[in-house]
């Protein structure tokens, strides 16, 4: 079973977005069996829609669309639909009232040019879309001497296509091919060292033909250890995952932080529960990231007691006490600093440990060592001082930081054990 | 002139890695007049790829191909490129000692497989690659009662690609078209309203045909315009945007938040800035992403004091002094709780002016008029209470908060004018 994957949108054909939907579709037909031979991008042009249609129901069984579903003029998916299958877009009231009662929710009349959201070609089903007012279309396209292909378009806004993939979409695939094989995935999360230095540490896990096979993914200095096994059965692909998770966690010890779509927050999170502990966090560098992570983790319990926010040596001081003449004597960006910064986020906060992230270094295109974030972790014991080299993307900084400060509590915690 | 952009290779149709060359061509190509009407990504196979550049080179005048130039077996584009020509592939003597400097100066003695790295259709141009072993190709392909169509087929690794067209495709293709026109755009940022609202509130912009265009993405509630005209020069696409600004600014008003990649938090920080005012914030739901966005914006001045993000009643009472009997009695997500948050924060932190953003509702599939939130500003002449409805995907809910409470900040400053 083969898969083509169409985009569509004047933004991403100028190079104004990035389209990010197709790699995420690709890796999920992947893992249940089917295979994407091409990605299609392609204007909001009628014309070249319903030819890029045309073309992908000819040479893929299963084609997966994004985009082109608004309520604007140049939202054309639908009708490129109607035209390629030679039917009329009709009314479909169960969308209709979906999309009055969205807009009765937010106190507003539903304009009149949004009831084209509620227009199908006839003889297709409505993907529900629970979190936007456009519907996806769910439609097959005759094939001369073949099955039919079955078109699946979805919205291009990236959350809302991926719950209409996984609630209507997915379960649609798999009973379209009865007899998909199982395939199983397990995912090892990993923190604290580089993807080569990682990959030495194991044995030869990662190699083509492996059963289970071993993928490597890193995202934002997490990375990702996949192992995927194919069988007959759930339970013998779990079996045949068992024994190399074992090797994994026994070679990788404490870089192993969890499982599945674990983050660091998530397993901090669960550390303090299980000890009974609180924690603030003090931030400059981070500017809030740890603290929102650290209050989505922990669900609104009081484990996460609260942070505070800086953004220069003057708020440095008055939110957190950090002398000013420190900061005027030794530069913001020092153990010192985050020190007085831990220690002052204790006092305020009254938890039973305070995380501080110092700021992070002026961004210099010349590596130097000066190039280093501090890090610093408050507790019964006194504090804990840290710091890591940080050099890269502007853009990726901000996180990096946040997750060596989670990672720091952690290590702490699986310590007091 | 129209282009089409073709990415080849397995890791990216199945989606294990992220394709970002085809938006940096597209907006490259953009900026010379040069549209692109498709990308197609198409996977290592060699029956697919003539296929996929004979199609693109029917309905494009230039294709821009990256990636399956390297040394493997699954390298395929100049065999592709060979086969569709009706060429055979020879062997260049430049582009072999190319190679073979290269390797020496790594010390290495250049593997066998890499000569096929110095084969071309026969007939084509080299593009030199100074940074990496696979040098590109420059091929006409010829097309019946037209002129032919012009491939560019360089390396996938963005870095070496980038050079490569700078250094030597830019050129070719200011050559080739010697009356190139000029393409210039102009984003104008909205927030605020949905997006079939605003295109209400403008005349007929955003139909086809027009000149200049008018597109509208939504990202996250925030709307962008963007405007292109086409032109001899750049005075002249300058020229003919302005007048459909201006009835933009003119429609939506205080809609309107700022132009090019503007987001909130830097018309806000610039508002601060221009009125000598600073701001705090006291974050429930958003858990830290407003101070992050504003601690950036302000780019280390004193205008953002500091940033309090609490997680429950009792952190909410600790840290910012929330009456637990009010919360007890009100429940947490009320307008009464957030205005004792934004007043809290502001005696706390001695700003001008103090944002609270309230918890987030509980996330219920069923829409009621209790899934709103709520936000305050604290200032000189009291307290001022909003709430929005919110739903959506939990991922956004976050984002929407953060920005609808930077827009009444905004606002308010907006008016102090």
């Known amino acids: 079973m083969l898969a083509e994957i169409i985009s569509i949108g004047d933004e991403l054909t100028s190079g104004q977005r990035l389209d990010t939907n197709s790699q995420w579709l690709s890796r999920r037909l992947g893992e249940i069996g089917i295979r994407v031979l091409f990605h299609t991008t392609v204007a909001d042009d009628i014309e070249a829609n319903v030819r890029v249609f045309g073309q992908a129901a000819e040479r893929a069984d299963v084609v997966m669309a994004t985009g082109g579903l608004g309520p604007t003029a140049d939202d054309l998916t639908r009708n490129a639909l109607a035209e ?11 969308a209709l009232e979906h999309l009055r009662a969205i ?12 009831v084209v959201q509620a227009m199908f070609p006839e003889g297709s089903r409505m993907i529900l879309n629970p979190n936007g007012t456009a519907p996806g279309i769910d439609l097959d396209i005759p094939r001369k001497g073949r099955s039919p292909a079955r078109v699946f378009a979805l919205p291009g806004v990236p959350a809302e296509m991926k719950q209409m993939f996984e ?3 997915l379960p649609a695939l798999r009973q379209l091919s009865g007899s998909l094989r199982v395939i199983q995935h397990r995912q090892i999360r990993c923190f604290g060292k580089g993807e080569s230095h990682l990959e030495r540490m194991l044995p030869d896990l990662v190699r083509r033909g492996r059963q289970p096979s071993v993928g490597i993914t890193v995202s934002d200095a997490t990375i990702t250890l996949r192992i995927t096994a194919e069988g007959a059965s759930v339970e013998d692909c779990q079996a045949a995952i068992e024994p190399t998770v074992a090797t994994i966690r026994e070679c990788l010890g404490d870089l192993v932080f969890g499982e599945g779509d674990d983050e660091l927050e998530h397993v901090v999170a669960r550390l303090l529960s299980e000890w ?4 603030s966090v003090a931030e400059w560098g981070t500017g809030g990231l740890v603290a929102e992570r650290l ?12 942070g505070l926010v800086v953004g220069s040596p003057r708020t440095a001081h008055d939110l957190l006490g950090v002398p000013d003449s420190l900061i005027a004597e030794r530069g913001a960006n020092c153990g010192e600093v985050v020190e007085a910064m831990a220690v002052g986020c204790r006092k305020r906060t009254a938890a039973d440990w305070s995380l501080a992230v ?5 961004i210099d295109r010349k590596a130097s060592s000066a190039d280093r974030v501090f890090f610093a972790l408050a507790g019964d014991e006194g504090v804990a001082v840290r710091s890591a080299p940080l050099v890269g993307h502007p853009d990726m ?4 930081a946040a997750k060596q400060a989670l990672n720091m509590v952690r290590l702490a915690l699986l310590r007091q054990r």
């Open 276 to 279: 009974g502990k609180t924690l």
């Open 295 to 306: 209050q989505s983790a922990s669900g609104g319990s009081d484990l996460f007691v609260g």
């Open 103 to 114: 807009f009765a929710f937010f106190g507003r009349d539903m304009p009149e040019n949004n």
């Open 358 to 362: 110092g700021p992070l270094p002026e």
């Open 84 to 94: 390629l299958s030679g039917r009329k877009l009709v009314l479909d009231e169960n």
């Open 397 to 400: 900084l901000k996180t990096r």
């Open 167 to 169: 609630a209507t979409v």
